[in-house]
């Protein structure tokens, strides 16, 4: 039976440090790091993250500015709102949500947004730097899974990691992580032929692709690590994973749950992103 990867212990751990951090250092209690969370149309997904990521914010003690624009809105005037942002010094973070309506050109946005805000870390600055290996603001959702995978002493160096999905979110930074941490990293995706074959060698799975039962445990090589970003929900509005949770848990070694396994980290990880900015600091390597 597999171990389970907690990531909401994980994320209670890293928002309890985030807080203590930020009630201890009296510079920061005086002008608390301030985070803009900037939402276009009403997409019930979205709206509830928004919402969810100022609460949790509050919670540590990061203040938040929450911009909701409307679906129409014009790329223009999207713009505008993100430079007046940039020039105000009393924001350290910007959250451009997506995803956006089909009338904007969403790389067009993240570029607007200054590469020293960009708390996503999806700027291409930011990504030029993630790549190239070099400090710099990483994507919340993979920076928690690696988080996650130090947290239980997982060693990726030298292992097989293939990850599923090559979202600009998720699997691409992923894959770029892994690579930096000496993983030997496969990045499959909707067009992978022999999906099968790479997950049968994987040492790691990640899993982001979006798709209910797409890794079930029989596919899997015995005491793998398989960690489970899917958010798919059921005809009757039950969450789950990528991952086939009963048959897989039989035969990984470590496995993360969903809910509870990376969905928390995401927004530990935003909040650490906020607060670092803040302080003006890059991560190390
Ligand atoms: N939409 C889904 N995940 C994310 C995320 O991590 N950041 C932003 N900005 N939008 C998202």
């Known amino acids: 039976m597999a171990e389970i990867l907690d990531g909401k212990a994980l994320a209670q751990k890293v928002r309890q440090e985030i807080k203590e951090i930020i009630a201890a250092d ?84 993240l570029m607007a947004i200054s590469p020293k805000k960009d708390v996503d870390g999806f700027h291409p600055y930011n990504v030029g730097l993630l790549h190239m290996g070099l400090s710099g603001i990483q994507p919340c959702t993979p920076r928690g899974i690696m988080a996650l995978l130090a947290e239980y002493k997982i060693n990726v160096s030298g292992k097989r990691a293939l990850v599923i999905g090559r979202s600009n979110i998720v699997g691409t930074p992923m894959a770029a992580l892994l690579k930096r941490a000496d993983a030997t990293v496969t990045l499959a995706h909707s067009k992978s032929q022999n999906l099968r074959e790479l997950i049968a060698e994987a040492d790691i799975v990640v899993s982001a692709a979006g798709k209910a039962g797409l890794v079930h445990g029989s596919m899997l090589k015995s005491g793998a690590i398989v960690i489970d970003v899917g958010q798919n929900y059921g005809s009757d509005g039950t969450l789950c994973g990528d991952v086939d949770f009963i048959s897989a848990e039989k035969k990984a070694a470590y496995i993360t749950p969903v809910p509870g396994g990376v969905g928390p980290l995401t927004i530990a990880f935003l909040l650490k992103n906020a607060l670092e900015l803040r302080l003006g600091n890059d991560q190390e390597k």
């Open 26 to 109: 009296p510079l920061l209690s005086a002008r608390p790091p301030c985070l803009a969370l900037l939402l276009v149309g009403d997409n019930e997904a979205s709206t509830h993250y928004v919402a969810l990521k100022a609460k949790m914010a509050a919670k540590v003690g990061i203040n938040t500015r929450e911009f909701a624009l409307p679906a129409a809105v014009s790329e223009s005037a999207l713009v505008a709102t993100i430079e007046e942002l940039n020039n105000d010094p009393a924001v350290d973070a910007i959250l451009l949500q997506l995803p956006l309506p089909a009338h904007i050109n969403t790389p067009k946005m």
